[in-house]
Structures are given as structure tokens and as C-alpha cells.
């Protein structure tokens, strides 16, 4: 099973993978750059092949890549927009050129413009992004959101919207936040509720779409589109939500990653929880 977590690339980007073995990941995630800086150097050629080797030479399978969350590709401000764009193209550089095939970031916030404005300045960003990269073998995931504030993805439908808009769909997927998700009204924790959002999930958007999945408890309650992630089944949501996902065949072959709060000795307690339902 792909089940790891967010871990560090202090040191080197290379330096992810030996983290991520310590705590026993398969899967991880990472930032490719300092995510609180708009910028970064370019990558080397030996940190690029120091990447790959060390990828090649571990037991972690699966590496999906995260962008800066300074960035909103729905920014109605120009200049902004523009600042917003420019750094996702570093992002989406960074992350095929180290071979990573999933680039995960928040669809991105109105600003009060309205939620047609916010969703179709998600998807313009999206295709200018695309074919200015057009050989590329990346593929965009959209991330479920809590839709705290202005911040869209928190439906289903919007998320359907921004891929309706989008020039080459197949080059665009989901990332579905279990905390997201439960902040944003989606109930999974009974058997029912469940299946109930999963195939929710599968009638607007596709289960073909989803690509990655974050695993986080909720400190906010159903519905309070509050983005508060807790420690798995110390939370609001409770283990057996996840017991579910963990035993959905459907999902077997999924990155499934932790962001929960702390560092590595906290995501790997986190783990061995999430390890001991299956």
C-alpha cells in the first residue's frame, strides 16, 4: 500500500527519502522549493540526479509534489495573478524535471469577485499554465478544500466546473483531504456516509480523476469549513473513516498521505495508527 507522509527536504531535496524510510512511508510528499518564497534557484543537474538516484535506491514508491501556498491561480488582482502564475510554472519545472508526476495545490480564492469569477480564473490559469508546458508529463491535481473564506474546491461541482473548462482534462486530477472534505460538509464516517460521498464523488467528478488522497483527522466540526487538521482519531472524524479508505480496493494503488500536525516522530505515530486498521 502507497501510505507515508509530507516529510522535510531540509539539507537537500534527496535528504526526503531517508525521512521518509525512517518513519516507515512508502509514499511522501514534498515542497520541491521554500514554500513561504515566491522564488527559487533553479535546480542543478547533480541535485537532480542526486534526487533520482536516491529515489531509485529506496523503498519509498510513490513522490507527489505539493506547490507554495502563496500561490492563487484565481486571484482577481492582475498583478497578483500574473505573480501567481509565473511561480506555478516554477513549481510545475521543478517537479518534472525531478520526475514526479503529481503537482497537488489549492484551486485558489476570489478575493470577493464571486464564485464564477474565482472558478473560470482557475481554469484560464490552468490552460495558459498547460500550454506553456505542453510536453510535459505532469499531471495538475486539484485539491479538495475546506473553503475557508474566499477559497473554492470545497464542492464536488466546483471542482467539476474548473475540469469542464480545462483544455486538456487528462492532464488534470483530484486530491481528495479527508479534513477538507468534513470541514467542507462531506460526511465519511459511518459505512453509509461514506459511500454515500465516495460515490458522490464518482457520479460529478469520476473515482478515475482521483489521484492522491491526504489523510487528516478534523479538529472542526462536520460542515464548519474551518481547515484544522488533528492527529488521526484524535480528531472529529474518528479511525473509522479511515479504516474504510485504507480497506477500499479502489483506492489500493492511490498515494495516501499525512499532513497532520508535528514532525517525523508525530507523522510516524500517525502512521503505525493508520497501519494497525489495516
Request: aromatic share 8%; proline share 3%; charged share 20%.
Amino acid at each position: 500500500m502507497l501510505l507515508g507522509a509530507h516529510v522535510s527536504i531540509a539539507g537537500g531535496l534527496h535528504n526526503a527519502f531517508s525521512r521518509g524510510e525512517e518513519i516507515g512511508c512508502t509514499a511522501i510528499q514534498i515542497f520541491t522549493k521554500n514554500q513561504n518564497r515566491w522564488s527559487a534557484k533553479p535546480l542543478t543537474d547533480t541535485e537532480t540526479a542526486q534526487f533520482k538516484q536516491t529515489w531509485q535506491n529506496s523503498t519509498i514508491s510513490a513522490v507527489v509534489a505539493h506547490d507554495s501556498y502563496l500561490i492563487n491561480l484565481g486571484n482577481p488582482d492582475q498583478d497578483g495573478l500574473q505573480q501567481s502564475r509565473q511561480a506555478f510554472l516554477v513549481e510545475m519545472d521543478r517537479a518534472e524535471k525531478l520526475g514526479i508526476p503529481y503537482l497537488v495545490f489549492h484551486p485558489g480564492s476570489h478575493k470577493n469577485a464571486g464564485e464564477s469569477f474565482g472558478l473560470k480564473k482557475i481554469a484560464e490559469s490552468i490552460n495558459i499554465l498547460l500550454e506553456q508546458r505542453k510536453d510535459y508529463q505532469l499531471c495538475l491535481l486539484l485539491e479538495t478544500t475546506a473553503g475557508q473564506g474566499t477559497n473554492l474546491g470545497y464542492t464536488f461541482e466546483q471542482l467539476a466546473q474548473i475540469i469542464e473548462l480545462v483544455n486538456n482534462p487528462q492532464r488534470v486530477g483530484v486530491c481528495l483531504d479527508t479534513a477538507h472534505i468534513f470541514a467542507a460538509g462531506y460526511d465519511i464516517r459511518t459505512e453509509q456516509t461514506y459511500q454515500k460521498t465516495i460515490n458522490t464523488f464518482d457520479q460529478i467528478l469520476g473515482l478515475s480523476t482521483l489521484c492522491a488522497i491526504h489523510l487528516n483527522d478534523s479538529k472542526k466540526e462536520l460542515g464548519s469549513r474551518i481547515d484544522r487538521h488533528e492527529h488521526i482519531g484524535k480528531g472529529l472524524i474518528g479511525l473509522d473513516a479511515f479504516r474504510f479508505i485504507l480497506h477500499d480496493e479502489r483506492f489500493q494503488d492511490i498515494p495516501k498521505i499525512l499532513e497532520t500536525p508535528g514532525k517525523e516522530e508525530d507523522f510516524k505515530r500517525n502512521l503505525d495508527v493508520l497501519k494497525s486498521l489495516i
